[in-house]
């Protein structure tokens, strides 16, 4: 597991999130979140809470593999950051509407051809 304030801070940081406004959603003074930042645990609750705000799957702090992809690129106008998050479930879920879509797209397919083969 990693430790998770360190974590924190890092995604914060590297996403150049504004840790008052931060702790203003969480109802916190700036200090108890830096007190947050030195911890290697904290409660699930709170790290639910944390994680809505930065948008971070809280997944991410157990080393589930593919829980956040950071993406950088360079623009014309300035550097450009995006972070994309899907869960096991989330995953889940997006294979199966492809299965159902595939299916579909097979259906039409036959359909058209045996409207085809009748002219």
């Known amino acids: 597991m990693k430790h998770i304030g360190k974590e924190l801070k890092n995604i914060i940081e590297s996403r150049q999130l504004m840790k008052k406004s ?18 290697s645990s904290i409660d699930c609750e709170l790290l639910d809470r944390i994680c809505r705000v930065i948008q971070v799957p809280p997944s991410y702090f157990f080393d ?34 492809l299965a159902e ?5 097979q259906i039409l397919l036959a359909q058209i051809g045996t409207n085809t083969g009748h002219k």
């Open 101 to 105: 879509k595939e299916r579909t797209i």
């Open 22 to 39: 931060i702790a203003d959603q969480l109802q916190f003074t700036p200090t108890n979140l830096s007190a947050i930042f030195k911890k």
């Open 64 to 97: 589930e593999p593919g829980s956040i992809n950071n993406v950088n690129a360079t623009t014309v106008i300035g550097n450009a950051q995006a972070a994309v998050g899907a869960s096991a479930a989330e995953l889940s879920t997006l294979r199966e509407l």
